[in-house]
């Protein structure tokens, strides 16, 4: 595969612990066998996810030192507004603590006001949890090639417009809130929306005079796919797609701890101060904090100022995109096989194909996920019918319909040769995965059991 340069090097380094197998198996038995409970520093490598776990460039941490700690007005604000307003051509920018703040404060507003269905190419959790929590329903509306983990296809976090259309025909657009569109589209496996299908979508909101709410998140690495995949963009910059991507919506929510490289901090953005503004301040103010802080401190919002800018820098991309995309090719030297292709910030290895003697209901992605900490020291988690929750009518177990283990990759923060050390991990682990063991849960709370179950190994 073809020489990806690192842009930075290493100025502060941070010790991890190396620990002997014997430890790891004492700590993740004493763990319950779920990695949540793990210490981090009981872990080698953490994969666990990419959120605030990536490493602040030192621009981040010097502009964090002149963080202005007004209350109101203050210097930090302005920076990140100028150079947000900048970016997305938006007029009202909100700081808040991250990102499920803002769709805390978004949903209820525009439910109330417009009616109880939103659409969106896939939920992220926090975002379906918020739009149900304000009375909405939830609708997912992902292109079929999102859902056929084989298939190698370019965008695959796409809208299905037709099925999107034909929600809004059987709903009635006066029942509809809004189009959410998830960029990466992260519950698919960080697979980017192209322009057209943005410019599609947008078409169709505009018709039926629906707003368009863009869950950014991963806003850059989406801007590079496209610069990547798409017919018409290679010549064109990260910054500028994505100012065009973001031309086609009203409204954004934003976490800043995936691609404005922050350990903590979310942002709203409205292209035009509306009706709705007030109503959203008012919670933001109730809520959050001020609208110049929203919860943050000003040195949160001086470091997120100077990593939105960072986060759009194509070299940086090349190479965060390009790592992930090196770990997916070291896999396919062992032939382990994984959901293709790559995501932008994660590689979900298919673990149902790689443990085939584990049944689905003694959640193979799981097994994987403790195997890969006792082989290595590596954490990484299930993204399969254990972190399904059972059924809330009949208590029965849900299948998934895959069984993934996730390893995320934090920004900047580990180099090739830790990604050499999961790649032969996995190597290890393939050589031998007919000794590995499903697992039994033998607690479990009613929601989201995947955080705090405890578990052992079936024999
Ligand atoms: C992480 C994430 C969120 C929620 O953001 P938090 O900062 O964790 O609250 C929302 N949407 C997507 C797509 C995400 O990846």
């Not at 030192?65 to 909100?94: H, K, M, P, T, V």
């Not at 290679?234 to 404005?260: L, N």
């Not at 849900?398 to 390893?407: D, G, K, N, V, Y």
Request: hydrophobic share 40%.
């Amino acid at each position: 595969m073809k020489y990806i340069p690192e842009p930075f090097k290493i100025k502060m380094v941070e010790p991890i612990r190396i620990t002997t197998e014997q430890e790891r198996r004492e700590k993740i038995a004493q763990a319950h066998y779920n990695g949540f409970s793990l210490r981090a520093e009981d872990v080698y490598i953490d994969l666990q996810t990419d959120s605030g776990t990536g490493a602040m460039s030192d621009s981040q941490w010097a502009a964090m030192l002149r963080g202005d700690e007004s209350y109101s007005g203050g210097r930090s604000y302005y920076q990140l507004l100028d150079n947000a307003r900048d970016i997305f051509g938006y007029e009202w920018i909100q700081p808040v603590h991250q990102g499920r703040a803002a769709e805390k404060v978004l949903f209820p507003v525009l439910i109330e006001e417009r009616g109880q269905f939103v659409i969106s190419n896939t939920f992220f959790d926090t975002t379906r949890a918020h739009v149900a929590l304000a009375g909405g329903h939830p609708i997912d509306c992902v292109c079929p090639e999102g859902l056929d983990s084989g298939l190698d296809a370019p965008f695959k976090g796409d809208m299905d417009l037709e099925a999107l259309e034909r929600h809004i025909d059987e709903r009635g657009a006066e029942n509809i809130a809004g189009i959410v569109m998830t960029i990466t589209n992260n519950s698919v496996g960080g697979q980017p929306v192209s322009m057209a299908n943005m410019k599609a979508t947008a078409a169709i909101a505009k018709r039926h005079g629906l707003p368009v709410v863009i869950d950014a998140a991963r806003f850059a690495e989406n801007a590079f796919f496209i610069k990547e995949r798409e017919a018409g963009y290679a010549e064109v910059s990260t910054r500028d797609i994505t100012r065009e991507f973001f031309s086609y919506a009203d409204i954004f929510t934003m976490s800043a701890k995936k691609d404005a490289i922050t350990n903590m901090g979310g942002l709203l953005g409205v292209r035009e101060e509306g009706e709705h503004v007030p109503d959203v301040k008012s919670l933001v103010i109730s809520g959050e904090g001020y609208v110049t802080y929203g919860g943050l401190s000003g040195r949160d919002l001086a470091a997120l100022a100077v990593g939105l800018v960072e986060g759009l820098d194509e070299d940086y991309l090349r190479y965060r995109v390009g790592q992930v995309a090196y770990l997916a090719a070291r896999l396919d030297e062992y032939g382990i096989p994984y959901q293709r292709p790559a995501g932008g910030h994660a590689v979900f290895v298919d673990a149902g194909r790689l443990l085939p003697h584990i049944p689905w209901h003694q959640y193979p992605g799981h097994a994987l996920a403790v195997e890969l900490y006792v082989e290595a020291g590596i954490r990484s988690c299930d993204i399969g019918s254990f972190l399904m929750d059972r059924d809330p009518e009949t208590g029965e177990q849900q299948q998934a319909p895959l069984e993934f283990t996730r390893l995320a990759i934090p920004r900047r923060t580990y180099t090739q040769a830790h990604l050499d050390v999961i790649a032969e991990a996995l190597g290890h682990i393939q050589a031998r995965a007919d000794q590995v063991k499903g697992y039994e849960i033998i607690w479990e709370p009613k929601v989201l059991r995947h955080f705090t179950a405890k578990l052992r190994p079936v024999d």
